[in-house]
């Protein structure tokens, strides 16, 4: 398979024949796909927002001078919060250990997923990840109340399903994506992710006050449900490749194949570890993405505790503001997937400088609203 550095240009080359439908196969792939991190996002992030309400809190004198531990005054002047009735008194020890869990089980599970997707089908891992998680997104509340250490345990198996679910995507869309609509296919799915943290968070301060079942607890069967109910639409409409599936143009399909060009048949030359461990180039890219991840999921995990404990911000308000990073995410991976595609479509730049540019920008960006 060749690489995008090496494949011609579009106008120096035979033109390959696509389908002249509107909604081609491959956007409704994109279209499920990004729902699919839409719940996958949902469910990483509930958490942040339902442990404000899940926890005791004392109340304390807010006046509009010095406050301790560095905390703003509460808007509005001097005043006393009232105590919250959460269920759990759960120090911010405990807290934290709470909210990091699900990490311990999604770094296990990230680079056996790409082998995984391999051997067992991408569209099978990408939707059994996102059902495992929401079947203990269901019973989270249960097991909240039994223990906490069950809770711990619970998040940490979150982890572990939603852990294959970019592997799984990667290897979905590297037999979907010709290779001059990877950016805009990409990113559109990708995207996903950012709009279900913009969707979950103001919905879970709004459950969390006016739902069901308690407040919080609904925030967790919302959607738990809403996941499981995506996954059987997945499974029925998505299939790994689009030699097999059933209704597929083939002018659609050939277009698809012969852009990214048919896998070599026979065994694999083995992996070359050592050259992958000692490239410049891969760990350039692995120290960015420890980078931009150390940034994105601080504020993913710890904005709506810092906006209430610190800035003293309701829930309502507290939901809606930290999610504002994250819709101006979404606006922006789809406007820059459709421009670094049309800068490569139109040789304005080699893909190799498109990425950079893109990643520096991106680095910078973050860098420069986290000061």
Known sequence: MDSEESIPLIDTRPKLQDTDRCLKTRHVLAIWAALGFVCVYALRVNLSVALIAMVKTKGQNITNTTDLDGQCPAPGGNKTTPDKNGDFEWDENLQGIILG????????????????????????????????????????????????????????????????????????????????????????TYAGAQFGTVLSMPLSGLLCDYGFAGGWPSVFYVFGAASCIWFVVWMLVVHDTPAQHPTISLEEKRYIIESIGIEKQGPRPPTPWVKIFTSLPVWAIIVAHFCNNWGFYTLLTCLPKYMKDILKFDMSQNSMLSALPYLTMWVLINFVGVGADYLRYNNIMKTKYVRKMCTALGMCCMSYGSI
Do not use: D
């Open 101 to 188: 869990s699900f990490f311990y089980g999604y770094i296990i599970t990230q680079i056996p997923g790409g082998w995984l997707a391999e051997k067992f089908g991408a569209k099978k891992l990408f939707g059994f990840g996102v059902l495992c998680t929401a079947v203990f997104t269901l019973v989270t509340p249960l097991c909240a109340r039994a223990n906490v250490y069950l809770l711990i345990a619970t998040r940490i198996v979150e982890g572990l399903g939603e852990g294959v679910t970019f592997p799984a995507m990667h290897a979905m869309w590297g037999k979907w994506a010709p290779p001059l609509e990877r950016s805009k296919l990409i990113s559109f």
